[in-house]
């Protein structure tokens, strides 16, 4: 990620209240910040075109588990004689890298992918690698807002329906297990959090938790209200993340340096402290405008400022969930 794709325009925010028949509408998506790269590209069409550059960094984990990071979301890959099983897609043109680094793990086949959600930086590569082998499970929100148009306000962007080699091949409602590769894995839908089709993915015996978009290790996260996330949704995932983790449980988060239970609790913490500080300044009466003024996550910006989302985006995010 680099400069050109960090956000800076929210100043075309003349959004203060919404008053239809002298009634506050207070649905959260209605306060959605509409363009979040106003005047620029999306970071759709950003992103895609930085994956062909992209290097692929190989992080090996424990057991038969890698991350490769670098094209989209982090991915994370189990080999063995089941065939690879991947968890995200990352994004089309980094095709020739991604395959470079799963060679250069083992020679056997992909076979498996799993998506943490539905968004294009983790579902992008999902046409070529199941045209390659790859049966894809996910969340059934995740193949529904992949079969349709799907519009992200803040991105500037409607995604067509995919393709049907894109979509996943096998959904579940709340929970699955697989067993491959020597490993049990456990698939766990969070409810709604950061989209409405967030899971999580826990190989069991190497004690590895790969938890997408409920965290970005180190980053204020996007919240995509668009399709059913809310920063509470998120508050609730982090805990549930930590629920699930101990002091040695390696965390692959969705963006983001790999990590462990002090950073998710880091991170569930600073969602707490400017959830609570956006819903007083709310409940007083305040508009957006005057919230973003007061700068709620001052003490927050410099650690967790630094990628896509800055403190006024972010605080615009918690802003409509409050
Ligand atoms: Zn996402």
Redesign the pocket.
Known sequence: MNNSMKIHALHNCSRRRFLISGAIVTAGISVLPRRLFAGRESPVITMRAAAATAKIRIQRLRRNITVLEGSG?NMAVLTGNDGKLLVDAGITASRPGIMEALNSLSSDPVRHLIN????F??TDGNEWLHSIGAEITAHENTRKHLSETTRVEPWNFTFPPAPKGALPTSVFARDRKLQLNGTSIALDYYGPA??DS?ISISFTEADVLHV??TWWNGYF??I?YNTGGSINGMISAAEANLAKTTSKTIVIP??GPVGDRTGLTEFRDMLIAVRDKVAALKQQGKALQEVIAAKPTAEFDAKWGGFVIDGKTFTHLVYAGV
């Open positions: 979301g943490t959600h539905w968004h930086d983790h950061h989209t967030d997408g978009d996260p996007f995509d969705g963006h």
